[in-house]
């Protein structure tokens, strides 16, 4: 089985044409894996008030403070856990961990229909 060396070219143990490909194609997923974390900080940066915002106008007043904390602390774990797992995830392939997300980020969106028809204030659909 062949490795690839992500410390130098000269170390790697690929021919010079398999490895000028492998260093081709980490540096595109460099650049690829930064615009998806700018982006993915974009869209946190988004949901981040109206989340705050929601859970102001959906809670009691004097229960807000533990709310908040506990959505916190629940994003902190899930950070954790999720870094562990991301960890464990690379050790059996480097693109496993974004897959693993990819199908992870998908799967609340097709749930959504289905959580959405239960809340409150929602009116049926005509017809």
């Not at 070219?9 to 000028?20: G, K, Q, V």
């Not at 997923?29 to 989340?51: H, K, N, Q, R, Y």
């Not at 102001?56 to 602390?73: K, N």
Request: hydrophobic content about 50%.
């Amino acid at each position: 089985m062949r490795q690839i060396c992500l410390i130098s070219r000269s170390s790697c143990s690929l021919r010079n044409s398999d490895r000028e490909a492998a260093c081709k194609f980490r540096t595109i997923g460099v650049w690829l894996i930064l615009a998806l974390s700018i982006f993915e900080g974009m869209a946190a940066a988004l949901t981040e008030p109206a989340l705050h915002s929601f859970l102001t106008t959906s809670v009691a007043g004097e229960a807000v403070g533990r709310a908040e904390g506990v959505t916190l602390a629940a994003g902190a774990a899930a950070a954790g856990v999720g870094a562990i797992l991301g960890g464990y995830l690379f050790g059996i392939g480097p693109n496993v961990p974004l897959y693993a997300a990819a199908l992870l980020g998908v799967l609340p969106c097709l749930l959504l229909p289905v959580f959405w028809r239960g809340l409150p204030g929602r009116t049926a659909p005509s017809g």
